[in-house]
């Protein structure tokens, strides 16, 4: 069982930069996929971005260009660098993990994941 923890969420204004991180407890981070999804109020959860346990990633094409997935797995540490930041990126942000035996797989459905951070908000003002 992990427990995943975020912070740096906040405000920012438009054009500025924040990195949110996400840090989980367990011996077995590693072998995790991981995940940033983001949830507006009155609109669907969303995937923002994805890494491998080996290190892949994939990125909503709203995002791609602006945000950075990496993970520092000595640190049981994944991070998300955003930057160029949006009113429309204003959303609470949660991190979520799953253990996978492929490294090369990362998984689009927040149904796929198995652990969730409590989220932290992020409000870009224009």
């Known amino acids: 069982q992990a427990q995943l923890v975020e912070s740096g969420g906040g405000l920012v204004q438009a054009g500025g930069s924040l990195r949110l991180s996400c840090t989980a407890t367990?011996?077995?981070?590693?072998?995790?996929?991981l995940g940033w999804f983001r949830q507006a109020p009155g609109k669907e959860r969303e995937l923002v971005a994805a890494?491998?346990?080996?290190?892949?990633?994939y990125y909503a094409d709203s995002v791609k260009g602006r945000f950075t997935i990496s993970r520092e797995n000595a640190k049981n540490t994944v991070f998300l660098q955003m930057n160029s930041l949006k009113p429309e990126d204003t959303a609470v942000y949660y991190c979520?993990?799953?253990?996978?035996?492929?490294?090369?797989?990362?998984?689009?459905?927040?149904?796929?994941?198995?652990?969730w951070g409590q989220g932290t908000q992020v409000t870009v003002s224009s």
């Open positions: 890494i491998s346990s080996g290190g892949i990633t």
């Open positions: 367990g011996r077995t981070f590693s072998s995790y996929a």
């Open positions: 979520a993990a799953r253990g996978t035996s492929y490294s090369s797989r990362y998984y689009f459905g927040g149904d796929e994941y198995d652990y």
